[in-house]
């Protein structure tokens, strides 16, 4: 680990408040955790249009497209898993303090590192969604092929296959994709974010 010691925080004189204010909304992550095809990505995604046709400033942070560049030389063992959810987690606290709702999806299969990157944010800017969908459902969604795959032997350490996945004790929401359409997953997400979108 280098020595810090000689770097001193510069305090920026354009605030995270400024910036919301501007913006007319709080900023803060909706992180979205589940297996593979459990619906991450497809809700993330109709969620931020909703948002968008609201006038509300958003970006995605999806696993799949950061381990495209930033985390281009991360893998799936537990080590490179931390790492990917500790840097898209700094990542998603640069872009909340620009003013804007920040919605990751990732896997993020263990609790310690969803908690690292809850206290990295806090309790006021980090809404755990639990995409809940049940493994049997997921692999016969297989939108990737990838659960093939995986029972075939081809890909090592698949979650929910040859790698476990920590479900939330505690988490913000529960959507239970097997259950609820995709438009009723985001009308139930809109509803619980109208709260906290507001700026006292
Ligand atoms: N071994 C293994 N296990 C799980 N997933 C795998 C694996 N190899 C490749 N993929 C593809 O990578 C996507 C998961 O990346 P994440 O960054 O979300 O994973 S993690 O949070 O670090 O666990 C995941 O995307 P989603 O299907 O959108 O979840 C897969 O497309
Ligand atoms: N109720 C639902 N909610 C979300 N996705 C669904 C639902 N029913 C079917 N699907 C399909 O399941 C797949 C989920 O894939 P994706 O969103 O990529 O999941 P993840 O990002 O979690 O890997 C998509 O092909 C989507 O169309």
Redesign the pocket.
């Known amino acids: 680990m280098e020595n810090n010691s000689n770097i001193k925080w510069y305090k920026q004189s354009v605030t995270k408040l400024d910036r919301q204010k501007a913006n007319n909304h709080k900023s803060f992550v909706i992180w979205?955790t589940?297996?593979?095809?459990?619906?991450?990505?497809?809700?993330?995604?109709a969620l931020e249009i909703e948002l968008f046709k609201r006038e509300v400033k958003t970006f995605c942070l999806?696993?799949?497209n950061v381990r495209h560049g930033l985390n281009k030389n991360l893998g799936f063992s537990d080590e490179d898993r931390r790492e990917n959810i500790r840097r898209i987690a700094e990542v998603a606290k640069l872009i909340v303090d620009a003013g804007v709702v920040v919605l990751v999806?990732v896997?993020s299969p263990f609790s310690e590192d969803r908690n690292e990157a809850r206290k990295l944010l806090g309790n006021d800017e980090f809404f755990e969604v639990f995409?809940k969908?049940p493994l049997e459902v997921?692999e016969k969604?297989d939108?990737?092929g990838l659960y093939k795959k995986a029972r075939a032997g081809h890909i090592k350490q698949f979650t929910g296959i040859s790698q476990r996945y920590e479900q939330p004790t505690n988490p913000d929401l529960t959507i239970d994709?097997?259950?609820?359409?995709?438009n009723?997953?985001v009308t139930t997400i809109l509803s619980f974010l109208n709260k906290h979108l507001e700026i006292n």
């Open positions: 979205f589940g297996l593979s095809g459990s619906g991450k990505s497809t809700i993330a995604n999806d696993g799949d999806s896997i995409v969908c997921c969604r939108p990737k994709t097997s259950k609820l359409t995709v009723e997953s």
